[in-house]
């Protein structure tokens, strides 16, 4: 009978913003555990190799090795022996690695801060990020978030995107303050400043 592995970690299609990557699992065998090797390809060839030899040949051990995984999409698999020489192979998965965060940019017509404004206003955000997951703006304190489906999020082209809102329900002389967050899918996350409106709807009085 051949050996068996259960993953505890990293789950299949994981998006880490580390480089550092604990691979651990669950090995068994009726007979005994002689090795087991973990195989890490990036998107040309193979990245990676490691190799954990069990002491005692044991019948059950949790074991898991840290690799370091620079920026990239990697397929990995564990191959493991037992003492009797059967093999077993676990299925194929995928980890991403993503460090970089995500940009953004205000555009026209977005009010800049400290500006006086009337009824309502218009707010574009620039975004690049290939991975994207949402947006959160924040308005007067309070959150909402938008997803990649949203009509609020248009997908210009791969990894830009274009945020756009109206703001309404403004009241006279009143401040509001608002900014945005964007994150991606390896929870990297960046804040831009919060901006200040006045809504001001008096007309000038010249004597």
């Known amino acids: 009978m051949s ?33 087991a090797t973990i195989y ?25 090795i840290v690799i370091n995984i620079i920026e990239g999409i990697y397929n990995w698999f564990w191959k493991v022996f037992d003492t009797s020489s059967n093999l077993f192979n676990t299925q194929n998965r995928t980890i991403t690695i993503d460090t970089n965060y995500p940009q953004i940019n205000f555009t026209n017509p977005t009010p800049s801060n400290n500006s006086g404004k009337q009824d309502g206003f218009n707010i574009n955000v620039s975004i690049f990020e290939i991975n994207l997951a949402n947006i959160t703006y924040n308005w007067n304190g309070t959150a909402t978030i938008y997803n990649t489906s949203s009509s609020a999020l248009t997908n210009l082209s791969t990894g830009y995107w274009m945020f756009n ?28 400043k919060k901006v200040k409106v006045l809504v001001d709807n008096t007309m000038p009085v010249i004597n």
């Open 165 to 192: 809102l109206t703001q309404t329900g403004l009241i006279e002389k009143q401040i509001y303050t608002y900014n945005v967050t964007i994150t991606d899918v390896a929870n990297n996350a960046v804040s831009s």
């Open 3 to 35: 050996p068996n592995v259960t993953i505890i970690i990293p789950s299949n299609n994981t998006y880490s913003p580390n480089i550092s990557i604990n691979f651990s699992a669950n090995f068994s065998d009726d007979i005994g555990l002689k090795n």
């Open 40 to 64: 890490i390809y990036n998107q040309t060839s193979l990245y990676n190799s490691t190799n954990i030899s069990f002491s005692g040949n044991p019948l059950i051990s949790v074991s898991g």
